[in-house]
């Protein structure tokens, strides 16, 4: 696909605008494993920093790109906002990358657009930092993610609750075309653009359906299988997005926008963390359902493309219906693999024993305020250091199992059976030994912003970008917060 090609779809969705003036840019953090698929690694040697500050603070052209702020429509906490679109980002290029797909590389905090409403275009360099470091714990983790190639400081303050230091964060996605979109071309009421969006989606994400005679219907199943892939890697590593409005949720199935998401630590699926989201709306739990109520904003979008809304209604009402169960016969596939189990191919009774066991450790967990990380670990640990052969789940050597987990791990330890190393490797695969802890976060940050030492953020995200790996380092980062984090907040202004 070409580059540059965001901008054929017509000037109705984007402003072409430059970057704000940034007079004392400086390269803070840089992606290697970013810039090198992008074949920008030599903007990383030492001799090219200065450029490199200059591009990635929006003030020299990158691959001579016109920087464009992108619009789009979008639910906020369920009330609809017809012009959203970039209020603090520019799209500086379009590249191709080593894997031959077409990817968006797109500034955060570089300045106000027609897109702004009150905002001041401008992001702080904490909340820059944060998205360096979640977006590489997420694709550590192998959820899907947009990525962050390089994040520099402009030497300029932010008003936030207090003046902070500025910065801009260069975003890596495969597109940035989100449910809002599509909403916004729909409100504008022209068939033949929204027709043109689709077929520009399908060429970017889809392009096996190109040929499609149910191009719609399919587009609409296609999102939503990348949908149900990446929620459930949330869910399988305790990720709570935190604002799951529609102009947060990607064609690409790609994680975005890092602002008040949050890591749960003891299981409990109304963890919620936003201080805005004092509804619990995008709490753990909800991510599935939250997902399908988006889903359907989507599809809404879609409808004009039908010969009337009832032929569309028929069509797509009927998939979005189908989600949840989807959606529920993944999340217990995925809980399966996270005890070394499988539901795939199992007898009906098997099926049912497997997901009652799901059921009461979830139960258990919640109830005894377990750490949703260490849980896991702590079970796969015990098995691997049990004698086999059958008999009653006494404790093994080394590991204790809290005390709740012992009756339940007899009916567990039946249910794996005598294939033992099958279930750990599983395991291992499936459950990270750790994760980004809030507490670690933002004590980094807090390092970084009074003392400009990046040095613990860096352990920090190599530790968390192999999380399934041990390392000399990764018993520093895997305890929850010593008094549990009642009290913790995120919020959203990056
Ligand atoms: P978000 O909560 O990050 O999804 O942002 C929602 C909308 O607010 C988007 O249209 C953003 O571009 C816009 N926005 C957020 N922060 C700012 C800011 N500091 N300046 C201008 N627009 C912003
Ligand atoms: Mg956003």
Not at 393 to 411: D, G
């Amino acid at each position: 696909m070409r580059e540059a090609s965001y901008c054929g779809l017509g000037p109705q969705l984007f402003q072409s605008i430059s970057p704000a003036l940034c007079p004392q840019p400086r390269l803070l953090l840089w992606n290697e494993g970013v810039a090198a698929s992008l074949g920008l690694q030599h903007l990383g040697q030492n001799e090219n920093r200065d450029s490199a500050s200059q591009i990635f603070a929006g003030q020299t052209a990158l691959n001579a790109f016109s920087p464009l702020a992108l619009a789009y429509a979008g639910h906020q906490f369920g009330h609809y906002n017809p012009s959203l679109g970039d209020g603090r980002a520019h799209l500086i290029a379009e590249i191709t990358d080593n894997h031959n797909i077409l990817r968006d590389v797109q500034l955060k905090g570089s300045g106000r657009t027609r897109y702004s409403r009150n905002g001041d275009g401008k992001c702080a360099l904490k909340p820059a930092l944060r998205e360096y470091i979640m977006s590489e714990a997420m694709y550590g983790l192998g959820v899907p993610t947009t990525r962050t190639l390089a994040v520099v400081s402009t030497g300029e303050k932010v008003m936030r609750t207090g003046p902070e230091d500025g910065a801009i964060v260069t975003r890596v996605a495969d597109s940035h075309l989100r449910f809002g979109t599509f909403q916004y071309v729909a409100a504008l009421g022209d068939a033949e653009l929204l027709t043109a969006l689709l077929d520009y989606a399908i060429e970017r994400h889809f392009p096996e359906l190109a040929t499609s005679e149910h191009k719609v219907a399919d587009f609409l199943q296609a999102v939503m299988a990348r949908q149900v892939e990446t929620i459930i890697g949330w869910m399988r590593v305790g990720f709570i997005h935190g604002v799951m409005n529609t102009d947060n949720m990607t064609i690409s199935g790609e994680t975005i926008d890092y602002g008040p998401c949050a890591m749960m630590n003891a299981y409990d699926p109304q963890t919620v963390f936003s201080s805005i989201d004092t509804m619990g709306r995008y709490a753990f739990g909800n991510q599935g359902i939250i997902a399908q109520w988006n889903l359907a904003r989507l599809a809404e979008a879609l409808i004009p493309l039908y010969p009337t809304q009832q032929q569309g209604v028929d069509v797509l009402g009927p998939l979005i219906s189908r989600f949840i169960k989807q959606f529920d016969a993944a999340f217990d596939q995925m809980m399966a693999t996270k005890l070394g189990l499988s539901l795939e191919g199992a007898d009906e009774d098997v099926r049912q024993a497997v997901k009652a066991l799901i059921e009461n450790l979830l139960n258990i967990m919640q109830a005894a305020s377990l750490d949703y990380t260490q849980t896991f670990t702590q079970l796969a640990d015990w098995l691997r250091e049990r004698p086999t052969g059958k008999g009653p789940a006494i404790a093994s050597e080394h590991v204790i199992l809290p005390a709740a987990l012992t009756e339940w791990s007899s009916r567990w330890l039946e249910l794996i059976g005598d294939d033992r190393s099958t279930a750990l490797a599983q395991m291992k695969a499936n459950n990270p030994l750790v994760i980004p802890r809030n507490h670690q976060v933002e004590d980094v940050l807090e390092i970084a912003a009074q003392t400009g030492d990046l040095a613990p953020l860096r352990r920090l995200v190599t530790v968390v970008s192999s999380p399934y790996e041990w390392m000399p380092a990764t018993a520093d980062y895997q305890s929850p917060p010593a008094h549990g984090d009642a009290g913790y907040r995120t919020f959203c202004g990056t």
